[in-house]
């Protein structure tokens, strides 16, 4: 899948007041392949923060929800232990139930010593947004590339931000339906 420009961006070696590049994706898959594999997301932050030549501060962390099910859990238990009754928990016991049967998405996140890269993932709707932001320039076409690899792409839209200070960002619109319909 090739990325379409909408307009482009400058060198940013000569963009007044660069301050960092900023990449924002939301991807629509066609399967949940990658979305709901907690190791894929795991293995995307890392191997993104090698590609891009970026430090990694630590390990990315990666997470399912809702992760605080069981603390919750043990909450209305503890309720229950006391004697309350209240609709409220009757209302989170209902909700917790609900919540056992859904498939949940993932977050993770990767702290960079540039800045950071993070991603959260809705599998029911096969979809996920992601984003990186750095001090230090990178390729975002490898950056894009890198993500998309990792999923079964169906289309997706995003921006490519050079953020300045005391100057005029620049921004170029990505989007892969207009290269699909031209």
């Not at 603390?71 to 309720?79: A, G, N, P």
């Not at 309350?84 to 960079?112: D, F, Y």
């Not at 169906?154 to 300045?164: A, E, F, K, M, P």
Request: include cysteine.
């Amino acid at each position: 899948m090739s990325i379409e420009v909408v307009s482009t961006v400058q060198d940013v070696t000569r963009t007044k007041g660069f301050v960092g590049r900023h990449l924002l994706l939301d991807v629509q898959t066609s399967t949940p392949r990658g979305i709901n594999e907690t190791t894929a997301i795991y293995h995307l932050l890392e191997g993104l923060s090698v590609a891009l030549d970026m430090t990694l501060v630590y390990p990315p962390l990666v997470a399912r929800f809702p992760f605080a099910g069981s603390e919750l859990s043990r909450f209305v238990e503890s309720l229950r232990a006391e004697g309350i009754q209240a609709n409220a928990v009757n209302a989170m016991e209902q909700h917790l139930t609900k919540r056992q049967n859904e498939e949940a998405g993932i977050s993770g996140v990767t702290v960079w010593l540039e800045s950071h890269a993070a991603i959260h993932t809705w599998t029911e709707e096969n979809f996920f947004s992601f984003d990186a932001y750095s001090c230090k320039d990178f390729d975002p076409e490898r950056a894009v590339e890198y993500v998309l690899q990792f999923f079964d792409v169906q289309s997706y839209n995003g921006l490519d931000i050079v953020r300045t200070i005391d100057a005029p960002q620049q921004v170029r619109v990505l989007d892969s339906r207009r290269s699909e319909a031209a």
